[in-house]
């Protein structure tokens, strides 16, 4: 649904054209429906100002699933391609370790399906008992438009209503809105009366770059092409209601076309005058270029300072906080500060340290990125070399014909033609029986279509009269496309007054998703006061504060860490931990290092790797192939990742990996799954850089057993390493080593406080390495599981 005009006010696009446009009384003179219409939808646009409101509904129908719909797990196929994998490749898990490594892959394909429609059910509750309504004024000349949304939502137990008044303010380039009718705790009580703004003068320069005047013309001929376009039988002149004539409307058009048909012709027509819009009102390219060239600018002279917990593992969270708390209470005790200068501080304490392992650990990935990406390149020309491969691959007509046949496909066909052409080879999980709502934009007769168009146009305006043209020209082809998809209803009422002006316009569109279900959009629109509208007064946004300035020292501002402090009071974080499956990512990780540690294979450990990732990314390709054939990709993977000092086979192992190699078509780089291949990679070679410290820390948690004295021995001994104390100062660091090494019992049971650190003192001070700290608690957590 598109109120082009009602969006372009909101917006601002058009009101210094409109602001110089001639005021004009359309008088109704036409014979055409086509012309009626098109002439009162654009009265608009003659005028200096105008009022405006409309109501909006929204029933949305739920599909039936069938019987199997909520059916969850694991693929029967994929979990036996996997057992026998698992055999094959000796790889010892336990009964739950291989559960829940199933079950973190079925969630990857299955989650979201389930959590979809739990909210499919949720929406249409929702819509079905929400009106929702909208009101405004457009002054052109001042530069100034509102725009208040309201919503009603009601049933017969519960009534919520909420207003949200908008403005948008051209001239002062500033945005208002009070949204503290939907959420008033996000500000105090002082400012729940006033606007909140943004300020965008910093696009002052942007706006001043457009021509509105033909950009006006522009949306004149666009609201035009519906209606031009429109055969015979789509055009119906409707009889009029009582509501009608009590609105002040004298004759009634309708539109009826499809949603389908509607979307071409918008989209179509904007091709064919893209050249237009790039000389004669703004070169949008070239204006979003520039931006992102000074956002990228700026971006590289950010400094990250603060971290927080999103994207950490359960233990990593919670030694992060347990980090930070041990900070705040240190200062409290030692230095008295207030709790702002603690939080700061302990920030930058932590982050320069945390930051500087981060880039290391991102240099340290991508170097071994480039290795990998090194050796697979010098695979694949070796490969190529010895053997007749197209060094062009597949052409997209040749995708096509093997999809279509019925011969078996190699792995690096099934890679190439979906990654070089978008041919699915083997179906996806994704559009299995599924049909996209919008496919009909998405084909490649559809992007052919908008090449023509926009090759048709030039650096004047097509008309919409003009494009007609354009458009039965290609209808043949736009017909086929049309074809294609069912068409979904789209019905617009133009109401018009008694000098031929739209006062009223209603849209209906019905739209059938398949899976999803049926929407019913309905919008019924007034435009008033042509010429005489309601003043808008500025004075209504003297007092109105920036976003940040009204949230400040609010209750949001502090509302996330209180509900985390609510939650760790309870120990959510714990056992979250402890009943929560591990994520994929980590469980991978986790079986990595032990494939390494019992085989101290590269390759072994890669193969393993490489069938959960792929199982988790593609698991039709894991279904398509049998276990013999997946080792057998899975080897040429591991033969064309790695660097040389890492694996170099020679002899009859080197003779069988490049016949694998021929068979499987894993010749060139684009007959891999390039992200796939790099990330075994990247998880293969970690687990072998670790095996070391792996091996040490084992003997080091034999040695010591009990959490308590693992934690103080080994932050002794990471402490010492590079450090040059005395005997005295040894003793020192073993004492405050002990203390915390309590308070990491104290924090594990949520008792970390002022009396776990009740000993320590000013001089103990220099010894407390919070990062150290953390990592510490992290892996002694990790280990040690309550």
Known sequence: MRLKQLTMCLLGLSMAACSTYPISNHSNTSVNLDDRAVQGLNAMYNYPNYDFNGSLNVDFAVEKKSGNADKKGIDAKLQSQLDQYIAAQNIKLTKQEKADLYQAIAEGRDSYSGRSDRVQQFLSNFLKHTQFGYEGSVDFRERLATFDFSAKYQKQTLLVQTKVPMALDLKNHKFYINYFGVMPFMVNQENQDNYAYVDFSEYKDVVDKIDFKNLATYLQENTAVPYVMARPEQLQRQSLSAADKSQGVVEKIRLKSSLEEFMLQQNFFEAANRGFVKHSVIDFEKVFNEKLEKMTEEASKYDESKYSTYGMGAEEAEAYKAST?????????????????????????????????????????TETSEDAAVAADYAAARAAAEGDSDEEGLSEEQCEALRDGKQRFSMGDVTYCQEEHYVYLLPSADDEETEHPFKIVMSDDYEKLVKKFEESGSEKLITAAEFKKLWADNSTEINALLATQKPNEFVVDVGLDEKGRAVKVDYDVNMYVQGIGTFKLNSDNHILNYGQAKKISRGQFKNAKSVEEVTKDSPFEYMIGSLTRALGSKGAVEASSDQAVKSFDRQVEDLAARVYDNTGSYSKTYEAVFLFMLSHEKPKIVQYYTPRELNEIARVYAYSYADQEVYDPKGKELAELEKLVEKHKLVNRNQFADSIGNEVYDVTAAAMEKRKDRQEWNKFVAQYKQPKTVFAQYYMQQFIEGEDLDNKQKVQLKRVSEILAQTYLDARKNQLTAKSIANITESDEEYIDYSLYSDVYEKVASHFKK
């Open 325 to 365: 708390k041990l900070y705040s209470l240190v200062n409290e005790k030692l230095h008295d500060r207030g709790e702002e200068s603690e939080a700061l501080e302990a920030e930058a304490a932590e982050a320069p340290a945390d930051y500087d392992e981060a880039v290391d650990a991102t240099a340290a990935a």
